[in-house]
């Protein structure tokens, strides 16, 4: 069974962040911000809002560095700081019509997590990797594809025969499955793949 790990980020790297070190800083950045325009970008649609929200993101935890006393907690950092910047972001456009209509249509649910404890949780990844193996076998094969090696909707569709369309009709399902079962964290179990993949 495919096991879930957490890329991460080596401690002394971190250390070095906090104590203001810029090219532990650089470091951080090229290592996180490819994965965080991706999520991103599938939610807000423009390059441009895209790379605000990510300026942003990388902004507020240079600037809030020294509250990162727990070196191994950096990934829920992160992760707390990127999620909520992204919310705040969709918020902010609440009243903008385009908006409202792609969230409407994804049907994203623009709230906080229960609780950011969960990212560090056993429990979590044992039952994400349950609920993975418990999609039918096609389905599984595409949503691994797709966000544990990275692949393209296109080179999916290539390496296994199929049509792009179908690749997209598998996502959609495999997402409404994993919303199904975690609730208004669905947004974040997203933002999750995105990182720590």
């Known amino acids: 069974m495919h096991r879930i790990n957490k890329n991460k980020i080596d401690e ?4 070095r962040f906090v104590y203001g070190d810029m090219n532990a800083f650089d470091a951080i950045y090229s290592f996180f911000s490819p994965k965080l325009q991706k999520f991103v970008f599938s ?3 423009t390059e441009d809002d895209t790379e605000d929200v990510v300026h942003e993101v990388f902004v507020k935890i240079w600037e809030n560095k020294e509250k990162l006393k727990n070196h191994a907690s950096f990934d829920s950092y992160l992760f707390s700081t990127a999620y909520n910047t992204t919310i705040s972001f969709l ?3 609440a009243k903008d019509a385009k908006y409202i209509e792609y969230v409407n249509l994804v049907q994203v649910e623009i709230e906080e997590p229960d ?3 969960w990212l560090n949780s056993h429990e979590f990844y044992d ?3 349950s609920l993975i193996e418990e999609m039918p ?5 595409v949503f691994k594809m797709r966000h544990f090696q990275k692949n393209s909707y296109k080179e999916i569709a290539e390496a296994l025969n199929i049509s792009v369309n179908t690749v997209e009709n598998h996502i959609v399902k495999a997402n409404r499955y994993i919303k ?6 669905y947004l974040a179990i997203l933002l999750f793949l995105y990182l720590f993949f």
């Open 12 to 15: 002394t790297t971190v250390k």
């Open 91 to 93: 918020r902010s456009k």
């Open 180 to 185: 199904g079962n975690f609730g208004k964290n």
């Open 115 to 117: 609780s950011n404890d």
């Open 43 to 45: 939610l807000i649609k």
């Open 127 to 129: 039952r994400l990797n």
């Open 137 to 141: 076998l096609r389905q599984r094969e």
